[in-house]
């Protein structure tokens, strides 16, 4: 297995295989995208040119380029190389691959481990790698699609440096697609007629994603018939049934979903219902739970608008409940509903606020037991111990209120709820101004 894995890089027939396979470029010059990292005198470029790679994560979405960058990398390279896949491998093929390598080192051979998906092994997993990064047995290559921060464990990422690697350019994508079209390894043998505006349409359908554009564009080949002379004309219509669904960089335990989910909230809380539209419907395209999205629209009722309209909760609870009766695709509307209410609602984030200022002060200060007054005293003994002296049934006084403290005597004058001037909050606002007057006796 081990020598099938550091002979991938050698002896392939190029003319074979998926079209994203053979155009895989073998040099910086054919390399396309990541200019930031890989043009002319940048970092990265300068360390391939130099032979001075040292341990790193590749990060950045599926299609951009990372697999290509390592294969170029062991090609320039002087050391022996190892591609592995997170996948297919686990702790019995880790230990055999380091073995090899610290038999290597003390030979005075560098070794680079290439691992894709280095996110896709479990703590114990990369663990197995970090004596061998340390003592130089191996420089690591990892690729991940997931944020490194959350996925790799933090003594190995100390220990390598990250680049970021961005989704291609749309005209990075429209060069990609014409050197496919000239390429003898692609379609340079063929007569394909394409226009502009159908390698844009077939760019644009991509995001950023080269082994997209390129499997897309071979869809579109092979799935139209030569003409008389042996041409192969592809219509706008072929690229319309090629790319009837465009497959959104989404993964619902990644870091895209708590992206796009943040976007939603922070959309709504701006209020701009295009925007929140824009991103719910997003999730809903990708194949997000609608329950998942209503349930975070219920939260955002109250966090976010609170008492500025208490009909929010309302319409965000009747929401959840369309979704579970209805399901997709019928409730994407009452989610679309939903989403541009609390969009247009009045802001407040003063429950929120009041929940958390309370929460400090049960965490930092006493658990003083609750005052005599507002104590129950269901027993003789109890009201013998003046459980419930002085309390006073608000109902039975003509303000509906009593002048009694309710709060420890720590936490005397506390103030949790502090109500905006938004919506009918400012009402609220007014009350609760009027009602501590009168509390403190000064009575309008």
Known sequence: MLMEQMSLFGGENTLQGPLASRLRPTDL????????????????????????????????????????????????????????????????????????????????????????????????????????????????????????????????????????????EESDLVELIRHALRDKRGFGDMDIIIGEEEIASIARFANGDARTALNTLEMAVSNTPADRDGSVTITAQVISDCTDRRSLLYDKKGEEHYNIISALHKSMRNSDPDAAVYWLNRMLEAGEDPLYIARRIVRFASEDIGLADSNALTVAINAFQACTYLGMPECDVHLAHAAIYMSLAPKSNAAYMAVLSSRSDIKQKPAEPVPLQIRNAPTQLMKQLDYGKGYVYAHDTEEKMAKMTCLPDSLMGARYYRPTDQGAEKQLSERLKAILEWKNGKEE
Request: proline residues 3%.
């Open 29 to 168: 010059s054919d390399y396309v995208g990541q200019k930031h990292l890989v043009g002319e005198g940048k970092i990265l470029r300068r360390l391939i040119e130099q032979d001075a790679i040292s341990s790193m994560i590749f990060w950045g979405p599926p299609g951009v380029g990372k697999t290509t960058l390592a294969r170029i990398i062991a090609k320039r390279t002087r050391a022996a190389f190892i591609d592995f896949s997170a996948v297919t491998s686990g702790i019995k093929e880790i230990k055999a691959v380091m073995e090899q390598a610290e038999a290597g080192r003390r030979s005075g051979i560098r070794t680079i481990l290439f691992v894709d998906e280095i996110h896709r092994f479990n703590k114990a997993q990369q663990d197995a790698f970090l004596p061998y990064v340390e003592k130089g047995s191996i420089i690591l290559i990892g690729a991940t699609t997931e944020n490194p921060s959350f996925e790799i464990n933090s003594a190995l990422l100390s220990r390598c440096k990250v680049f970021v690697m961005k989704a291609l």
